[in-house]
């Protein structure tokens, strides 16, 4: 006990806290705050007003993009000599776009321990409030600012059957929302989700082909930190009939990307099509079994 507080096991204790709203923080995630010897975040003016709302006082250090090799040692000096030190970023869960990935890995290096503690995260709120009925979601962050490099990998991403979530910043929602709708589908589904638990939250859901149009109906539908959903591609054309006996026969003899290989030299059908048609299978195969 020091001062009547119950110390903490020695670790790095990764505490999300509130996206915008204060009262999604947890118990757990209070308590941890409450006991840690010190709180690691992104910026100490934005921490200290949340410490403050719930009557805190801990030692804050900085840790950010220009600073984080030096921070890390300085962490890694605290848990050799015993302290439990809880990393925070200024909204949300640690570690996903921002610089406390690095400091984790730093203190794994090191031999110490993780502790997560989890809470509020803006691509888990936006998905939940999605309805999509896609069974996979892949998180791809902030795509590149320039434009041919978005362009680009959005391109690569096409193909991915799952849903997309990107972040993005409102100074770069409209060119990056031109770029969704012009490279995917039209009829992929949006997700707009801006500015999650604050006062001017809003979700909305549309054809990915009018959201360039919603987004230039009011200036306020810009404002905000924004993450969007994409649905994931819609289904291809059913296969014809000689090309699937094709791959059929074949997956039984080989493995599947060679099977796939074959199939497509023979059917002249898309290698990706028919990649997809064989992850189906097998997993339709892994349901029954």
Request: aromatic share 4%; glycine share 6%; charged share 20%.
């Amino acid at each position: 006990m020091e001062g009547g507080r119950e110390a903490m096991t020695t670790a790095l204790y990764v505490v999300a806290t509130p996206l915008g709203n204060l009262g999604d923080i947890s118990l757990r995630g209070v308590d941890t705050l409450r006991r840690a010897d010190v709180i690691a975040c992104e910026d100490t003016r934005h921490t200290r007003r949340l410490l403050d709302h719930l009557q805190i006082r801990a030692p804050l250090i900085a840790v950010h993009e220009h600073n984080e090799a030096a921070a890390a040692q300085k962490l890694l000096d605290l848990l050799a000599a015993g302290k439990a030190v809880v990393l925070v970023s200024d909204a949300g869960t640690p570690g996903i776009c921002d610089p406390g990935a690095r400091v984790v890995n730093a203190v794994r290096a090191a031999g110490h321990g993780v502790v997560p503690v989890p809470g509020a995260n803006a691509a888990i709120a936006a998905l939940s409030v999605a309805g999509l009925d896609d069974p996979h979601f892949l998180f791809c962050g902030f795509l590149p600012a320039k434009a041919a490099a978005r362009q680009q990998a959005i391109a690569a991403l096409k193909e991915v059957a799952a849903a997309l979530v990107f972040y993005e910043a409102p100074h770069r929602i409209v060119a990056t929302v031109n770029d969704l709708a012009t490279v995917l589908e039209p009829e992929r589904q949006l997700l707009i989700a801006r500015e999650l638990t604050k006062l001017f939250e809003e979700t909305v859901r549309l054809p990915l082909a009018e959201a360039p149009a919603w987004l230039a109906a009011d200036e306020n539908h810009r404002r905000g930190e924004f993450v969007l959903v994409v649905s994931a591609p819609p289904p291809g054309p059913a296969l014809p009939p000689a090309a699937a006996r094709t791959l059929e026969l074949l997956l039984a003899e080989l493995p599947l990307a060679q099977a796939v290989k074959l199939a497509a030299g023979i059917s002249g059908v898309a290698r990706s099509t028919l990649y997809e048609q064989a992850l189906a299978w097998r997993r339709a195969s892994d349901a029954e079994a």
